[in-house]
Structures are given as structure tokens and as C-alpha cells.
């Protein structure tokens, strides 16, 4: 289902696990919208806002990531409301918890067989559209943002098709990648000096870039592979 601005997908090998997800995913949404209204300029802000205390769970990790990667809080706040959504799945004893809010991935898989993540480039054709990331198991979460300064719904002011970061958790992936798409109307030195630097932070594993027909990859960026329809999110699922 979709709830206003909100479009998910959340999948695991567990029902339960499932449950637990919709549940705190639309608990965390209600969080931002009740902060949001009383403080209404963190909605407006394109710069990091500093922490307060009275800043509920989801809102504190949009401040965080956004501060790391110097962009306004809003920039995470669809990996944030993701990350907290796949936490409550592990808390379920769920095994494979994913959590897709509006492109922003929250992932921890701790089954035995890899889970395939689907890319979108947008309309250029520099690469195919079947096109997709093979994510290992792994115990620890993992974070997957995609920002396009050509496509969606998002405020770019870049011109990428395509930046994806990879990194500690969702809310982190969706500050960084915000933050390297707005910069893409750099030289192609430049950018990759800049996707050099990202990757200074801890918190950053990889980067992927589609920039009109070149593309840039730099870090631990997972397999490339192609991807149908039917490899993406073969699990108990529930679409928000």
C-alpha cells in the first residue's frame, strides 16, 4: 500500500518480521510529520541542523547523516525511516530484513543465499535496464541510497542519472548520496576527487556513479549483475 508520500517494500523470510517493519515503518513516518509541523523549518533546511533534545529517534539519524555529509536533514529522511523499520525486523528474529522506502534500502542479510537489489539509471541508456547489485550475506546492515538528478521526485542540483552509495546504514547512504549528486555538474576530476573523499568517512564503503555516458565506481561496490523481475525481493513481502 502506499500511505501519502510514502512507497515501500518490505520483505523477509519471516511474516512476522514483515509485520514488525510496517508497523515501525509507519510509526516513524508519524515521528517526522509531528516534528516537522512544530519545527517546520527543518523541512525547508538545505544545510545540517544541529541535535535537540526534544528530536524524537528517526529525526535524530536524519540530523546525524546529514551533518556527515553536510546536506539539510530532510536528505535522509526516507533511509532513516528505513533503517529504523529493518532494526524492529531483527528485533522479530527475522534472518533477511529489507526495507525499500522511495529507493533508500535498508538491508541486513544473515541467510545463506544473496539478495539482488535493482538499479534504475534513468532513460540515457549508458547501461541496461535489467541491471542490478548481487548483496552477500552478511551480518552486519547495510545501507543502499540512490539519487538521480534526472529522474524522481527529489530536489537535485546536480546531473547525474544515477549516484548510489553504499554505507553503514540507509540514512547515511541517502545524506552521501544527496550530497554527490548535487556536485556532479563538476569536471569529471573534480567529482572523482570528491568521491575520494567520501570514502574517507568510515561510515562510506562504496559509490557508484552514472553521469551522462560515463561511469565512475569507486570503494566496495557489490557485484554488478543482471536482474529480472522475479530475482528482486523473492520473499515475504508487503508493499507500502
Known amino acids: 500500500m502506499v500511505v501519502n508520500e510514502t ?23 508519524e515521528e517526522v510529520e509531528e516534528y516537522v509541523c512544530k519545527h517546520p523549518k527543518l523541512l525547508l533546511s538545505l544545510t545540517p541542523t544541529p541535535l535537540k533534545v526534544d528530536m524524537p529517534e528517526t529525526v535524530r539519524k536524519m ?10 536533514p530532510m536528505a535522509a529522511v526516507a533511509g532513516a525511516i528505513a533503517d529504523v523499520a529493518r532494526r524492529e525486523m531483527e528485533k522479530a528474529g527475522a534472518q533477511i530484513c529489507l ?9 541486513v542479510n544473515r541467510s545463506n543465499k544473496p539478495v539482488y537489489v535493482g538499479l534504475f539509471t534513468g532513460f540515457s541508456g549508458v547501461l541496461p535496464f535489467k541491471l542490478g547489485f548481487k548483496i552477500k ?17 527529489g530536489v537535485s542540483f546536480g546531473v547525474a542519472d544515477a549516484v548510489t552509495v553504499f554505507a553503514s546504514n540507509s540514512a ?20 572523482k576527487s570528491l568521491i575520494r573523499k567520501t570514502l574517507e568517512f568510515s561510515e562510506v564503503f562504496g559509490v557508484f556513479v552514472v553521469k551522462g555516458k560515463k561511469v565512475f565506481l569507486a ?4 557485484e554488478l549483475v543482471k536482474v529480472d523481475k ?3 525481493f523473492s520473499l515475504t513481502s508487503e508493499v507500502i
Not at 138 to 153: C, D, V
Open 7 to 29: 512507497n515501500a517494500v518490505i520483505a523477509s523470510e519471516l511474516e512476522k518480521g514483515v509485520v514488525r517493519g510496517v508497523e515501525a515503518l509507519l510509526r516513524a513516518r
Open 63 to 72: 540530523v546525524v547523516a546529514s551533518k556527515l555529509a553536510g546536506v539539510g
Open 99 to 107: 526495507v525499500e522506502n522511495g529507493g533508500e534500502i535498508s538491508l
Open 137 to 153: 550475506p552478511q551480518s552486519k546492515p547495510l545501507g543502499i541510497s540512490t539519487s538521480s538528478a534526472t529522474y524522481g521526485r
Open 172 to 191: 547515511v547512504a541517502d545524506a552521501f548520496s544527496t550530497f554527490i549528486c548535487n556536485e556532479t555538474r563538476r569536471s569529471d576530476e573534480e567529482l
Open 219 to 222: 570503494g566496495d561496490v557489490p
Open 230 to 232: 522475479d530475482s528482486l
